[in-house]
């Protein structure tokens, strides 16, 4: 479970940070947020 959360952070984050399409990165940078807050709640379990 973390593993995955850990990849969708770095796939996200990347994105974010690099992608070429306008909508797609305002998408990836909304999501951040929670997909790091999921991954904080998977390590705590």
Partial sequence: MIS?????VAL??????TGDHTR?????RT???RLRHHLSMARRL
Avoid: C, E
């Fill in 4 to 8: 995955g959360h850990r990849k969708a």
């Fill in 12 to 17: 996200f984050s990347s994105y974010a940070a």
């Fill in 31 to 33: 999501a951040l947020p």
């Fill in 24 to 28: 797609l990165v305002s998408f990836a």
